[in-house]
């Protein structure tokens, strides 16, 4: 049979959406891009809060990162 097999490259997306809401401005449009080089960065695109932490590992999931963020901006404000 001269049926060419197409290859079908099925992509499974197992990443979770990686945008939080943010606890200044309430818009879900946190980023947390984790570096294991430079300092890991958690980022409001609506706001523009950032906040930064130097050696994280790579490891750790970007919940993780969003979770401390929110303790720290929490506790920074009293
Ligand atoms: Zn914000």
Redesign the pocket.
């Given at each position: 049979m001269g049926r060419k097999r197409r290859k079908v490259i099925k992509v499974t997306r197992r990443k979770l959406p990686k945008v939080f809401s943010?606890p200044?401005?309430g818009?879900a449009?946190i980023r947390v891009l984790i570096n294991s080089e430079e300092p890991s960065k958690v980022v409001?695109g609506?706001?523009g809060?950032t906040w930064e932490k130097a050696n994280v590992s790579n490891k750790k999931e970007a919940i993780d990162l969003y979770n401390e963020f929110v303790d720290e901006f929490m506790s920074r404000r009293g």
């Open positions: 943010c200044q401005c818009m449009s409001c609506s706001c809060l």
